[in-house]
């Protein structure tokens, strides 16, 4: 079954190519759609364009519908393009001629893009709230290992005394930059686009306010061409946020990465959560921080993929934006998968304690034996070039007493002020 059937056979391969994976991806907006769809009887009863009992009958067979998908009973099968013609065929069999009034003042294209806004703020909270949860673990682990000491690396080189107290929050306060731009994504998509229709409105005397307050939408997208028109725009501003969030993941796991290596040797994980190898026994490997790391660099590239497929596409409806439907689906359920297993591992982590009188440690303290002699009346390119003497003729022995005070330094971390900064978003 079509929607826009007009009784003329279609070729098998054009109707294979344009459909795509639309039965499968559709699945994860069938509540959204029966929800819109319910929200749409609603109004249309109340403009008297159908009556009570139409809207009885219509909500009836919605809510049977709806049961079918929570139960995982409902299915779409190929004699249908997608969740809209199914839905309007199955309530056609249980409404009879009364289920043909469902899409009277609407079209695909708004009943499609309601059911999107409906998923993605949905699942935006879902991942706000995912994000605090790691928020939270990470902040326990910097208080858990605030004193414990942690070489700073610039270029790859040994450089400054930090601290995993210091590493922990610093991926922690990162995501609260996150969440602003998901919460500001959140926004843009918390707009009804339905009433639309194919973009240019209906003649029907339609009750857009309503369907905005039953759907529980912020506001209206009230004009109806800038409603068709935030079809790829959403996509692109919820593909900018996620991706924000996307790269402090991936960068926090190469970190991970990094320093589970024998050369680095910081950190461990319990053997259940490293895989081995095939023909070398001590080997360790994080494959769940290198599959993370993968997935959020995949995850990034979703921006540039929206904004090719829709950056000069004319006003008006295109099938271009078939496109755009999967792959942001995909990259939601993903990043649900992936905020959990990251939380879940990283509560798991071993932090080791690092000898650092080790000998490759040896000028880890050196910016701060330049400060000492700063305090006491050096000048700060005299005491550098003292210290670089010292290096240069095998003289210098590190002072490794020196404590850092200031705001947001290894020994006064802040993490009240950065948790403040979480409860602000």
Partial sequence: M????????????IENFTIGNDREIDMFIAPYDIQA???????????D?????????LLEGLKNLSDQIENGTFCIDNTFEDIHSKIEHELIKYCGEIGKKIHTARSRNDQVLVALHLYYKDNFKIIIQKTKILFETLLTLSKDHENQLLPGYTHLQIAMPSSFGLWFSAYAELLVDDLHLIKAALKIVDQNPLGSAAGYGSSFPIDREFTTKELNFHTLKYNVVAAQLSRGKSERTAAMALGSLANTLARFSMDICLYISQN????????????GSSIMPHKKNPDVFELIRAKCNKIQALYSETLLLTNNLPSGYHRDYQLLKENMIRTFEDFKD???IFNFSIKKIIVKDIDLNDEKYKYLFTVDNI????????????????????ISEGSYIP???????????????SLDQI??????V
């Fill in 371 to 390: 400060n000492n002699l700063v305090e006491q009346g050096m000048s700060f390119r005299e005491a550098y070039r003292k210290i670089g003497n010292e």
């Fill in 338 to 340: 992936i905020l959990d």
């Fill in 399 to 413: 002072d490794t007493s020196k404590k850092h005070i200031h705001t947001g330094s290894i020994h006064n971390l």
């Fill in 264 to 275: 680095f040797n910081f950190i461990s994980f319990p053997d259940e959560l490293t895989t």
């Fill in 37 to 47: 769809s319910i929200a749409h009887a609603k109004m249309l009863a109340k403009t």
């Fill in 419 to 424: 948790h403040r900064k979480l409860n602000d």
């Fill in 49 to 57: 364009i159908i009556s009570e009992r139409e809207q009885f009958k």
């Fill in 2 to 13: 079509k929607l826009w059937d007009k009784g003329i056979k279609m070729d098998k391969k």
